[in-house]
């Protein structure tokens, strides 16, 4: 089961960090990616990380502005977002594969959080 949270209201140019936390024990074994889905549109991928943490992918709108980090101690996965834009505003996803390896299509993802929903003021 994964609880994604730290969504919330934050003007054009500010920060969020959003969690994702994992129950049982194979968090660690398992490559994690975030997601977000925008009011009318189809969700898309956003980051994705793998199991040692040492490979990254990131959606091209992204890149260079989000990243994306776990802590398999904490069973936890981060999406540190900066320099946030109006077009950021989405509910955002976190999801878990059963591979540990890293991947941006939603199809290869098989668990899902709840959600957080993230609103980028102008």
């Known amino acids: 089961q994964l609880q994604a949270s730290g969504g919330g209201l934050v003007q054009a140019g500010g920060s969020l960090s959003l969690s994702c936390t994992a129950s049982?024990?194979?968090?660690?074994?398992?490559?994690m990616g975030w997601f977000r889905q925008a009011p009318g549109k189809e969700r898309e991928f956003v980051a994705t990380?793998?199991?040692?943490?040492?490979?990254?992918y990131y959606g091209d709108s992204v890149k260079g502005r989000f990243t994306i980090s776990r802590d398999n101690a904490k069973n936890t996965v981060y999406l540190q977002m900066n320099n946030l834009e109006p077009e950021d505003t989405a509910v955002y996803y976190c999801a878990a594969r059963k591979s540990s390896v890293a991947a941006a299509l939603i199809s290869l993802y098989d668990d899902w959080g709840q959600g957080t929903l993230v609103t980028v003021s102008s």
């Open positions: 049982g024990r194979i968090f660690g074994r398992v490559a």
């Open positions: 990380i793998n199991r040692s943490g040492d490979i990254l």
